[in-house]
């Protein structure tokens, strides 16, 4: 399933929504699917394409998630699924990896799951962001992340190597912290930005 497939604009897609989940585009992480709805969707997406969008629960979700539809955010992040493996219950251990982050409309659907129509979006150049802050960030990473060990274990020997553009959607979603400080990261546009915001919410953090 490590196929590239193309994205364009106003397509459609199957939604996974998530709780306290920010996925971030060029992240690969796993995932595990029980709820039945999920595995259906998760059957239909690997007979098409292998790429289905994640976003996040927002509101009251857990009051609205057995018997309403409960809110989701109106960003999130479209991803492939680059394996699975199916165990023999239905249940379905997956790796997904983030391809671009979007704008999601929900739109109607015939099928168990939700599905959202999807607008690209673009950041700005990672060349705009000045020496000195792309520095800070490093220092920040290989202090928390790989201090704590939030990292996974194959990134703490590239953290160094990594462009800065994925080395602040690395320190994004593996920010040890609450979720909203990330919801604020993907609603950011450039990457001067990100940066900021990634070099404050991380500084605190330096023992």
């Known amino acids: 399933m490590n196929e590239l497939i193309g994205l364009t604009d106003n397509e459609t897609y199957p ?18 699917i029980f ?19 994640v976003t996040t629960l927002c509101g009251e979700w857990k009051k609205d998630y057995h018997e309403k539809t409960p809110e ?5 992040c479209l991803c492939q699924v680059e394996d699975y493996t199916r165990l023999e ?6 790796v997904i990896r983030g391809r671009r982050k979007v704008r999601l409309r929900e739109v109607p659907s015939d099928e168990e799951y939700r599905c959202v129509q999807v607008e690209l979006l673009d950041i700005a ?28 274990p194959e990134m703490h020997e590239h953290m160094s190597q990594l462009e800065i553009a994925q080395l602040l959607n690395v320190m994004s979603f593996h920010y040890p912290g609450p979720a909203a400080h990330k919801l604020k990261l993907l609603q950011m546009s450039t ?17």
């Not at 939604?15 to 595990?32: E, K, N, R, Y």
């Not at 039945?36 to 394409?49: G, T």
């Not at 990100?194 to 330096?206: E, F, H, T």
């Open 89 to 94: 219950d239905g249940r379905y251990n997956i």
């Open 35 to 53: 709820e039945p709805r999920y595995r259906k969707l998760l059957n239909d997406v690997l007979d098409h394409k292998g790429v289905m969008c």
């Open 72 to 76: 989701i955010f109106d960003l999130g």
């Open 191 to 207: 990457y001067t930005e990100i940066c900021d915001y990634v070099i404050q919410i991380y500084q605190p953090l330096v023992k």
């Open 125 to 152: 150049s990672a060349e705009q962001v000045p020496a000195d802050r792309k520095q800070r960030a490093q220092e920040l990473a290989e202090a928390v992340l790989l201090r704590e060990g939030e990292a996974p």
């Open 15 to 32: 939604v996974f929504p998530l709780p306290d989940f920010i996925l971030f585009p060029g992240i690969t992480t796993p995932l595990h």
